[in-house]
């Protein structure tokens, strides 16, 4: 048998053993060879390069996929967690815990100004949680309530309910996200408890916001209005609406909420969002420069980074 005959023959062999998943002793009987043979085939077909093994690490690919998106959304962190499920509501529920991990570590340290956005994700955030024993923390909502009656949108029952996860203090937004005319709003924009309010979203250690995608459109349409900017926006970080440029439109007057210069300001900006129908959102909150630090799972970072452009 010449060398050509030879690598054939470890190339079918190689075939039936791993696209065909045959045994070796199957693979020895179709071909009236020994088991022996076929071991040696098999070994013999790795060191002629024939057959090439790749390990897949998810871990290392995860970590690939943390550094593309820092680098080409300049953001300064990046945690994506490895699932290999297709079922978006598992991959929701891995990010809460990746976000859980690290995020947990810093209010630990005590005495930090928690300012808090609203949505699905970031109240399974705060459910899933541990009750912990903190020091001198602060949660805080980003913006005024509403009278929404889905709970993932009451912004001070969500600040309650992380404050009392972590035994924190908690301040209330005793005031509406929107009033009904300018005077109204600087009106209340005068009154102490807004002023509070407004000390805190200027000096936020951590803020900690979902990232809406044209869904959040609809239910702040049907409640404050619709108006013809609402075609340009892709998505919302706390109220703050963006087209897919990352350019910011504004799309309500008169609300009484932290401005994206207080959420940009603070001195850690956390997004936790997953989800393929997130995934355009996502990129273009990236771009807003708003965020420092993204966490999501495996297969939106992926379909983040078809939206990158250089």
Known sequence: MNVSDEKILMAEV??????????????????????????????????????????????????????????RFGINKCVVCGSTSRNESIRRTMTVKAAQDYILPIIDKGRQKIALSWGRTVQELINSMPEIKTNGNTVFPLFGATDNENSYFSSNELARGMADKIGANVKYAWFPYMAESIEDCNLLKNLSYFEKMQD??????????????????????????????????????????FNEKGEFVNLYQNTLCASAD?????????????????????????????????????????????????
């Open 14 to 71: 190689a075939t039936l053993y791993y696209e065909k998943k045959h045994t070796q002793q199957e693979i020895a009987n179709l071909m009236n060879l020994s088991r022996q043979t076929v071991s040696k085939l098999l070994n013999d077909a790795i060191k002629e390069n024939i057959v090439e093994i790749k390990i897949h690490n998810p871990k290392k690919d995860c970590e690939e996929l943390e550094t593309l998106i820092c680098e």
């Open 262 to 310: 207080n959420i940009r300001n603070a001195k850690q900006t956390i997004a936790v969002a997953c989800g393929n129908n997130k995934a355009l959102a996502i990129a273009g909150a990236l771009r807003t420069k708003l965020i420092d630090t993204l966490i999501t799972d495996e297969y939106t970072a992926k379909k983040v980074l078809d939206f990158c452009w250089s």
């Open 200 to 241: 805190l979203w200027d000096s936020a250690d951590i803020a900690i916001v979902g990232i809406g995608n044209t869904e959040i459109l609809d239910i702040f349409g049907k409640t404050f209005g619709y108006s013809e900017k609402h075609s340009e926006v892709i998505g919302d970080i706390a109220t703050h609406f």
